[in-house]
Each structure stands twice: as structure tokens, then as C-alpha cells.
């Protein structure tokens, strides 16, 4: 083989290299898909310290207002964690994982001390990693 056919053949087998290690160091998340089947917008949390919430069940809202991720009207949007839901809820002592579910126009109008004070949640879900497994990792309002 001549030199630039080697020096081409090196250069592709480097691509290739590089190309399939980006995917082992690129960083994975795991999702929860929300799905919003109403006209009006909802948020949403887990019941676990990635998103400020206590873990079931131990049920009651947090002092400070924890992370919320925006699901609009008839849409979906995804509860992501960079470990495996599944990891996370063997983790919890009950095997149970809560996913809050609030009223945008709730969250609007109410302070935050106001909303856990008065526990207003649209719902809960507690649900265990075999109750998550039947339901192919989707919650679906209402």
C-alpha cells in the first residue's frame, strides 16, 4: 500500500474511534414523560432531592419552592434525571416515588409559602418502580 492510502485509512479508523467514544462521554439522561391531556398548562415535580422534594413518604411540599418543569396544554414534557429512575426509586426506603402535579394559574397567583401551607396540588402520584414499569415510564394528566 502506498503512503496515502495508509495515511487515509489511518485517518478514517480515527474517525470512527472518536465517533463512537463521543457517545460513552456525551452525559445520559433518564426520563419520566409527562403527558398533559388538558387545555391548561400544568408543572411538575419528583419526590426526590434532585428536584428539591422530599421522598414519599414523607409527602409534604419543601420550604423553598423546588424545580418545576412546564408541561403546556395537550403536550408532554420529561422528568429527567442523570441516574436511572430506577436507581433512584431503589433507592428510596419505601420503593415509592411521588410526582407532584401544580396549576400553572395556582402558581401564579399564590406565594409559595401559601401553596405548601394549603397543599395545593392539582394531584399525586405515588407510584412504585413496577407501578412506573406497567405504565412505560409515562404519567398522563388526568
Known sequence: MNKFLKCNLIICL???IIA??????MEKWDAIKVENKTSKTIYVSAGCSRYGMFFYPDTILPTAKPSLLKVNPNDYNNLRSSFPWEKV??????????IYIFDS????TYE????????????????????F????????YP
Do not use: A
Open 89 to 98: 426509586i431503589k433507592d428510596i426506603q419505601s420503593d415509592t416515588l411521588s
Open 20 to 25: 463512537n467514544s463521543c457517545v460513552d462521554m
Open 133 to 140: 414499569k406497567k405504565k412505560n415510564w409515562t404519567i398522563t
Open 112 to 131: 409559595w409559602r401559601s401553596i405548601k401551607e394549603g397543599y395545593k396540588i392539582l394531584k399525586r402520584y405515588d407510584l412504585s418502580l413496577d407501578d
Open 14 to 16: 480515527t474517525i470512527l
Open 105 to 108: 394559574d395556582t402558581l401564579n
